[in-house]
Nanobody, 123 residues
Framework: QVQLVESGGGLVQAGGSLRVSCVAS????????MGWFRQAPGKEREFVAA????????AYADSVKGRFTISRDNAKTTVYLQMNSLKPEDTAVYYC????????????????WGRGTQVTVSS
């Protein structure tokens, strides 16, 4: 069973950058497409970015396109989300998730989830 653990969240000023990571423990990411989602207080969990198993294909929400970059290191079973030009509206808990196929943009299409890491962007 895949267990996902996020890290790297924190407090950053608007315009700054942050990189969050997701590590697979107790299993492997072989064959899985990976995604990042976020959930702000009082809002539904929303899609942020996804990457295919090979890393050759990516997808982004319009709200983060050009600012965020998803990548993966399969040798280290790690997925990253580099976030640049952060805005206060990016404040949320960020979750990584694993799916069997790519691209998957909906919460229900992912079978494995981490517990999330908080990202707070101050104005």
């Amino acid at each position: 069973q895949v267990q996902l653990v996020e890290s790297g969240g924190g407090l950053v000023q608007a315009g700054g950058s942050l990189r969050v990571s997701c590590v697979a423990s107790g299993g492997t990411l072989v064959g899985f497409a990976m995604g990042w989602f976020r959930q702000a207080p009082g809002k539904e969990r929303e899609f942020v970015a996804a990457i295919s198993w090979s890393g050759g294909s990516t997808a982004y929400a319009d709200s983060v396109k050009g600012r965020f970059t998803i990548s993966r290191d399969n040798a280290k079973t790690t997925v990253y989300l580099q976030m640049n030009s952060l805005k206060p509206e990016d404040t949320a808990v960020y979750y990584c998730a694993a799916a069997s196929t790519f691209p998957q943009l909906r919460v229900g299409q992912y079978g494995y989830w981490g517990r999330g890491t908080q990202v707070t962007v101050s104005s």
